[in-house]
């Protein structure tokens, strides 16, 4: 990426911590009981095959254009991001509030409660590691936006997922020992049910908002404004464009395409002409190089 966003690392953070809270949840579940363990279990087993999935669309991204794919694959790590969406609305979510809705009549209290305290205290600790490793890779791409605002417009939908994701999980994380404590201080295991519903509330509502900004990507969008209006600066400053007509872009995933129709300075012959568009193309490139297709088109009006 040009903003130096390490998409793969933050992927991988993401995969190890999920994977070790996965196991100890799993162990946690079993020995207790609990309702909320189990859902956060659940949860994190889906987060690792979400991150798998990250992984096999970016890889399936940089494949090379081909005669039916002459932009290339770039888009695939949309299709993928918006099948995590999906996997975390259905396994995570719906789940984790089934799971608590079957369990509200239970009247078998926990056992061994302070264990599972103790490990999702542990599945905190790891998640807000991932969550760090996560935030440095975003933060170099955001700039100076505010993380809601990045979230809103970012274009690097595996990043926008990791996200999510460890804010979800760190979520239900702290959801599940806050209605575990309170279910063994009250005696009543209905808070534990409680805080798998909770928890499944959570995962549905951070799938739904995943869900809409890849869709989005699916469909297509431009660059981020702000990356646009920089495109134009740059475009309208070059000494060889007199007037800039339109500029049109579309995010392929890690990589641009661009489309620009202007106006150029008086040239004393076709060829000069076509140099000067080689010029403005070459420094453009090496202002954005994120873009992979650049279609230059000089006219005389819009």
């Not at 039916?68 to 995590?84: E, M, N, R, T």
């Amino acid at each position: 990426m040009s903003t130096g966003a390490d998409s793969v690392k933050s992927i991988l953070f993401a995969l190890g911590a999920n994977f070790l809270i996965a196991l100890a949840k799993t162990g946690g579940a079993v020995f207790t009981g609990s309702s909320s363990m189990l859902a956060e279990a659940i949860h994190s087993y889906a987060d690792c095959a979400n991150q798998a999935l990250l992984l096999w669309g970016l890889r399936e991204g940089k494949r090379r254009p081909s005669p039916d794919h002459p932009l290339g694959h770039g888009k695939a790590i949309y299709f993928w991001s918006f099948i995590v969406a999906l996997m975390l609305f259905s396994m995570g979510g719906l789940f984790s509030i089934y799971e608590g809705v079957h369990k509200l009549g239970a009247t078998e209290p926990i056992q061994n409660a302070w264990v599972a305290m103790g490990i999702l205290a542990f599945g905190i600790a790891a998640e807000s590691v991932s969550l760090w490793g996560c935030l440095r890779e975003v933060n170099k791409e955001r700039g100076e936006q505010g993380l809601w605002r990045w979230f809103r417009t970012s274009r690097h939908s595996e990043l926008l997922v990791v996200f999510a994701e460890d804010i979800a999980a760190l979520g239900g994380l702290t959801l599940a020992f806050g209605f575990i404590a309170l279910a063994q201080v009250t005696g009543n295991p209905a808070w534990d049910a409680a805080g798998s519903i909770c928890i499944g509330v959570l995962l549905v509502l951070v799938a739904v908002l995943v869900g809409v900004q890849v869709k989005a990507l699916l469909i297509g969008q431009s660059v981020e404004s702000r990356v646009l209006e920089q495109m134009r600066g740059h475009l309208t400053r070059h000494d060889d464009v007199e007037t800039l007509y339109n500029l049109l872009t579309q995010q392929m995933g890690g990589v641009v395409m661009v489309a620009v129709k202007a106006k150029m300075r008086p040239m004393p012959s076709a060829h000069a002409l076509v140099e000067a568009v080689n010029r403005v193309e070459v420094g453009f490139r090496a202002a954005f190089p994120q873009v992979k297709w650049l279609f230059f088109e000089p006219d005389v009006a819009d």
